[in-house]
T-cell receptor, first 115, second 114 residues
Framework: EPEVTQTPSHQVTQMGQEVILRCVPI?????FYWYRQILGQKVEFLVS????????KSEIFDDQFSVERPDGSNFTLKIRSTKLEDSAMYFC?????????????FGDGTRLSIL | AQSVTQLGSHVSVSEGALVLLRCNYS??????LFWYVQYPNQGLQLLLK??????LVKGINGFEAEFKKSETSFHLTKPSAHMSDAAEYFC????????????FGQGTRLTINP
């Protein structure tokens, strides 16, 4: 069964450094998402992406964050200057169509640790 | 704004016993509701979804959930727990607008006792 893959599984970065989290969505999917889960807290929506542009973003997704689909397969989340509070599990998801009854498929996540 | 509340951050049942994980939602429009499961060191896997068709929804691994509009609930049940059901379970809601952002509950960790 097709799946969403994320790399790396664990990323350790010094505060203030840039980090790029990578995702390969399911190949025929058109909608892409990033969520994050701070340890012990809810899974929170960050951003959705369709047709090479952001569809929706949350308050969390400030100017330090950006997303890109650099080629036909990868979907990346960049944090420009990391803060301690960016430490979290980051999940990528994709879905085939826009209708909300179509489920999102999630990757296994990247654990980001900011030192 | 939508929200989801999962009652009980930790539920413990004996193997073979009924599993009941509670989820209540708040939505100003007819909701789409989902249950996801997360096994250790893995991503979120869809268990089942409610999309305004049948109110009783059957999912994978013997789980089912019933949508009750009057109670704004979407509780997850399984008649007989198995050791392999031990995981974290998340209820989520989407409002059908835009690019179907999911709003998640806090999660419930299910422990199965032998």
């Amino acid at each position: 069964e097709p799946e969403v893959t994320q790399t790396p599984s664990h990323q350790v970065t010094q505060m203030g450094q840039e980090v790029i989290l990578r995702c390969v969505p399911i190949s025929n999917h058109l909608y892409f998402y990033w969520y994050r889960q701070i340890l012990g807290q809810k899974v929170e929506f960050l951003v959705s992406f369709y047709n090479n542009e952001i569809s929706e973003k949350s308050e969390i997704f400030d100017d330090q964050f950006s997303v890109e689909r650099p080629d036909g397969s990868n979907f990346t989340l960049k944090i420009r200057s990391t803060k301690l509070e960016d430490s979290a599990m980051y999940f990528c998801a994709s879905s085939a169509v826009i209708y909300s009854n179509q489920p999102q498929h999630f990757g296994d996540g990247t654990r980001l640790s900011i030192l | 704004a939508q929200s989801v509340t999962q009652l009980g951050s930790h539920v413990s049942v004996s193997e073979g016993a009924l599993v009941l994980l509670r989820c209540n939602y708040s939505s100003s429009v007819p909701p789409y509701l989902f249950w996801y499961v997360q096994y250790p060191n893995q991503g979120l896997q869809l268990l089942l979804k409610y999309t305004s068709a049948a109110t009783l929804v059957k999912g994978i691994n013997g789980f089912e959930a019933e949508f009750k509009k009057s109670e704004t609930s979407f509780h997850l049940t399984k008649p007989s727990a198995h050791m392999s059901d031990a995981a974290e379970y998340f209820c989520a809601v989407s409002d059908g607008q835009g690019a179907q952002k999911l709003v998640f509950g806090q999660g419930t960790r299910l422990t199965i006792n032998p």
